[in-house]
Nanobody
């Protein structure tokens, strides 16, 4: 079992940057494929970005590609999401998620795959 705790959210203006962190404890961190999802009041929880167990493969949703970067530090047990050029539409609660994936280089974007979730961190972007 892995426990996930997000941090780094806040209130920013359009064009600003934020870096979210997700600290993990419990099982071996590198056993898990990881992802960021987000949810606002008007939408279901949606995929943002994912990263393979070893960190060598990543994938971002079209809405954030070129602005957001997912990364992980397996030595520190931390997942990151660097968010640049933030837009009002990026306003949401951001969640990190983990799944003990069988493939070292696998990328997973379906919400249902992920079995472990953090409590979320609020990101609010004002115009």
């Amino acid at each position: 079992q892995v426990q996930l705790v997000e941090s780094g959210g806040g209130l920013v203006q359009t064009g600003d940057s934020l870096r979210l962190s997700c600290a993990a404890s419990g099982r071996t961190f590198s056993d898990y494929a990881l992802a960021w999802f987000r949810q606002n009041a008007a939408k279901e929880r949606e995929f943002v970005a994912s990263i393979s167990r070893a960190g060598g493969h990543t994938f971002e949703d079209d809405s954030v590609r070129g602005r957001f970067t997912i990364s992980r530090d397996n030595a520190k047990n931390i997942l990151y999401l660097q968010m640049n050029d933030l837009k009002v539409d990026d306003t949401a609660v951001y969640y990190c998620a983990a799944w003990a994936a069988p493939l070292l280089n696998g990328i997973y974007i379906a919400r249902q795959v992920y079995k472990h979730w953090g409590q979320g961190t609020q990101v609010t972007v004002s115009s």
